[in-house]
């Protein structure tokens, strides 16, 4: 009997094998769903520009470039920095008393911005399309007369340079790093609806409205906030459609 | 003896690491909605107070400003008492000049309205919506003196689109994806929705994969 049961598995034995080889099989995934869980989660928000990145928070006037959005040649608005600077002067900034606070409603892609429960503006907007905006409560870190963004990869690229009126915002977690922001765009004209790559996209003239009002109050092409002048807070809900 | 033990010994393992790594999920997931859950508003703006609507007077004007507010875009709408005349102008700021697009009267059933995303971004086309009885069409007008369509500086969506594509109807047109590209939505008559690129040089449509909704 011991000679016949030698080189062949007993079949209780390999049942047993199997269950062995099963459960530490089991063991591995739940070690590697641990440590999956244990991951840091900020790394699953990009960059809003995914190109340009942090260089989209430097002022740059690109007055003769040409740009590119769905695989379409856009000619950018000339930005003339010295006019800008009177303008800016003329307009002033008080509109009343009370906390400035702006609302993107994604769900009906419209922005609104109090000062205190006094409505100062109302504008179509355009949110993420191809790249969700993110909802929560930030605050503006730094306001650029004009930059150059670019990303997107295949069709949804774009490069697309004098983005006007530039309001970046952040939380503890969307950082800064993220480069998400409201700005003026001057290549498509669908607001009211989806058409960004995260950004909240506005018709230049609310867009410069809206940044001649925004805390902190312009001080140049580009004004960074600090201890004693923060930026307007932004409140961003609902579901874009 | 030392096998059983071991196996015993696994298996609390995998107990506690299954335990230990549906916390851990759970909680990362309650991270994340947090991170994208909506944050509390005022009452002031979930419900803003409703103006009141204004009678309107037989001659009204509406107006849409052009992307970089230099244009702007007037319809004039004079109600009479069995036609309704319109004429469309655009007014220059800088020069304080108007010139006029075109004129129409038309019967009380049919009306033009204009679209605020009007302007194509680099204002050489406006587009406005005209509703009859029968349909709603979409035209495309040249701001310039190009001609757009048989020496005239129109083009009519919906009579190109149902040419082309007659299973599908026009549900809206939203806007200007670029300056020569105008957003067309459409559904099918089985209920599927699809959109549309309209490609004004061309008059050409272009299917997109995702919708414009």
Request: positive net charge.
């Amino acid at each position: 009997v011991k000679k016949k049961s030698q080189g062949k598995l007993h079949p209780k034995s390999t049942l047993r094998t199997l269950i062995r080889a099963f459960l530490r099989l089991t063991a591995v995934f739940f070690v590697v769903t641990i440590i999956y869980a244990l991951l840091p989660t900020k790394h699953q928000i990009i960059c809003a520009n995914t190109i340009s990145c942090t260089e989209s928070f430097k002022l740059k006037i690109e007055n003769n470039a040409i740009g590119m959005f769905q695989n379409k040649k856009v000619i950018p608005p000339k930005i003339d920095l010295t006019s800008d600077m009177t303008k800016l002067a003329v307009l002033g900034t008080a509109t009343g008393s009370g906390e400035k606070h702006i609302y993107v409603d994604l769900t009906k892609q419209k922005l609104t911005a109090y000062q205190g429960s006094v409505l100062y503006m109302e504008a179509d907007v355009s949110t993420g399309k191809w790249h969700p905006t993110p909802t929560g409560d930030f605050r503006i870190w730094i306001k650029n007369r004009a930059t150059r963004m670019a990303g997107g990869e295949g069709a949804d690229a774009y490069d697309l340079p004098n983005v006007p009126f530039v309001m970046f915002f952040y939380n503890n977690e969307v950082p800064q790093a993220t480069g998400f922001s409201l700005h003026g765009a001057y290549w498509h004209n669908n607001f009211g609806h989806p058409m960004s790559h995260g950004c909240v996209n506005m018709r230049i003239t609310d867009a410069e409205k809206l940044y001649n009002w925004a805390d902190p109050a312009t001080t140049g092409y580009t004004t960074y906030t600090d201890s004693e002048h923060l930026g307007t807070k932004v409140t961003i809900f609902g579901e874009a459609p | 003896m030392i096998t059983v033990r071991r196996e015993i010994e696994l298996l609390i393992f995998i107990f506690v690491a299954g335990i230990i790594s549906m916390v851990l999920l759970s909680h990362k997931n309650a991270t994340m909605s947090a991170q994208f859950s909506s944050p509390k508003l005022p009452n002031f703006v979930m419900s803003p107070l409703a103006t009141p609507t204004p009678t309107p007077p037989s001659t009204q004007n509406t107006t849409v400003m052009s992307p970089d507010g230099s244009e702007t875009l007037v319809m004039k709408k004079q109600v009479g008492q069995k036609s309704t005349s319109y004429s469309f102008s655009i007014l220059t700021k800088a020069t304080n000049t108007e010139k006029s697009l075109f004129m129409k009267t038309t019967p009380d059933t049919q009306n033009y309205e204009l679209p605020a995303n009007s302007w194509s971004p680099d204002s050489r086309f406006i587009f406005i919506k005209e509703t009859t009885l029968q349909a709603t069409n979409y035209y495309v007008l040249s701001t310039t003196d190009d001609s757009l369509n048989m020496d005239t500086n129109q083009v009519n969506i919906q009579t190109y689109f149902s040419g082309k594509y007659p299973n599908y109807s026009i549900t809206d047109v939203t806007g200007w994806a670029a300056p020569d590209l105008i957003v067309v939505n459409t559904k099918t008559d089985t209920g599927g929705f699809l959109s549309f690129w309209f490609y004004v040089p061309n008059k050409s449509f272009i299917p997109l994969g995702t919708q414009f909704h």
